[in-house]
T-cell receptor
Framework: KAGVTQTPRYLIKTRGQQVTLSCSPI?????VSWYQQTPGQGLQFLFE???????NKGNFPGRFSGRQFSNSRSEMNVSTLELGDSALYLC???????????????FGPGTRLTVT | QKEVEQNSGPLSVPEGAIASLNCTYS??????FFWYRQYSGKSPELIMF????GDKEDGRFTAQLNKASQYVSLLIRDSQPSDSATYLC????????????FGKGTLLTVNP
C-alpha cells in the first residue's frame, strides 16, 4: 500500500507571496493532519481534517488555512509569506476512528519551504 | 499549556547496549502515546504506540507507560548504528482532540 505523498517536495518563495501544498493520504485513510517542523519549535500542529471538515486547529495565524476534498486529499495554503514560515511542512494521515478512540498517524515525506 | 518533555540529548550508547529514552507529559487525561523515529533530513516514522499502563514489546523495542507518573519511555535493546536518529515522543489527549503534541525529541547516537 502506498504511503502518504506530498507535493511539491521543495519550494522557494519570496516574502509576501502565497503557497499551496498538497497531500494525498494512505488509501482508506480519511483523516489528514498538517504539522510545521522547525529546529527551534519542533513539530507543531496546524490543523486536522476529516470528511472535508476541520475538526481541530492549532495556534497559528489565519494566514495558514487548509481544506480537504471528497477523495480525502488535502491542501494547505499560506498567504503573505514571512521569513519565519520557512519550515518543513508535514502531512499525516490516519484511519480516524470515532472520538475517544486512539489512532495512529503516518507521515508523508514533507514539503521543505524556504521563504527569502 | 499542555506539554511533552524529553531530554534533548545527545544520548550516546555503544553498539549492543540498551538505549533508554524518556518522556513526560503534563495533561493527566492523555489517552494514547506514540514514539516516532526521525532520521536527519527525513520525516518521522511511527515505531511504537501504547495506550494502556505497562509494557508493550515489538522486536527490539519496548514502550513503557505509567499514567500515574505521567511518564512514557522507549527501550531499544541490542542497539545498532542504524538506530542513530532523533526519537520523538507524541501524546494524544483523546476525546474530540485529534492532534498529536510532540516533544522536541532526543538525539540518539549508537557507536560501533
Amino acid at each position: 500500500k502506498a504511503g502518504v505523498t506530498q507535493t511539491p517536495r521543495y519550494l522557494i518563495k519570496t516574502r509576501g507571496q502565497q503557497v499551496t501544498l498538497s497531500c494525498s493520504p494512505i488509501s482508506g485513510h480519511r483523516s489528514v493532519s498538517w504539522y510545521q517542523q522547525t529546529p527551534g519549535q519542533g513539530l507543531q500542529f496546524l490543523f486536522e481534517y476529516f470528511s472535508e471538515t476541520q475538526r481541530n486547529k492549532g495556534n497559528f495565524p489565519g494566514r495558514f488555512s487548509g481544506r480537504q476534498f471528497s477523495n480525502s486529499r488535502s491542501e494547505m495554503n499560506v498567504s503573505t509569506l514571512e521569513l519565519g514560515d520557512s519550515a518543513l511542512y508535514l502531512c499525516a494521515s490516519s484511519l480516524a476512528p470515532s472520538a475517544g478512540e486512539a489512532y495512529e498517524q503516518y507521515f508523508g515525506p514533507g514539503t521543505r519551504l524556504t521563504v527569502t | 499549556q499542555k506539554e511533552v518533555e524529553q531530554n534533548s540529548g545527545p544520548l550516546s550508547v555503544p553498539e549492543g547496549a540498551i538505549a533508554s529514552l524518556n518522556c513526560t507529559y503534563s495533561d493527566r487525561g492523555s489517552q494514547s502515546f506514540f514514539w516516532y523515529r526521525q532520521y536527519s533530513g527525513k520525516s518521522p516514522e511511527l515505531i511504537m504506540f501504547i495506550y494502556s499502563n505497562g509494557d508493550k514489546e515489538d522486536g527490539r523495542f519496548t514502550a513503557q507507560l505509567n499514567k500515574a507518573s505521567q511518564y512514557v519511555s522507549l527501550l531499544i535493546r541490542d542497539s545498532q548504528p542504524s538506530d542513530s536518529a532523533t526519537y520523538l515522543c507524541a501524546v494524544n489527549a483523546g476525546g474530540s482532540n485529534y492532534k498529536l503534541t510532540f516533544g522536541k525529541g532526543t538525539l540518539l547516537t549508537v557507536n560501533p
